[in-house]
């Protein structure tokens, strides 16, 4: 469905980078997977960490 940058600029088309760094810390990311009309899932990429979570529907990330 669309990505949503660390800006919190979302793009539904075209290409986005993710910045892996040496050290293990990744951009923090928001996926959001799914059909308009139909299941969705959202992938979050913490930032210190690396790590993923994916939970279920359209969830907008956290400001602030």
Do not use: C
């Amino acid at each position: 469905l669309d990505v949503v940058t660390p800006q919190g600029e979302k793009h539904r088309q075209g290409a986005v980078e993710i910045h892996f760094h040496p050290t293990g810390v990744v951009e923090p990311l928001t996926v959001h997977l799914g059909a308009e009309a139909g299941p969705q899932a959202t992938v979050i990429i913490t930032p210190l960490a690396g790590h993923l979570k994916v939970v279920e529907g359209y969830v907008e990330p956290e400001t602030g």
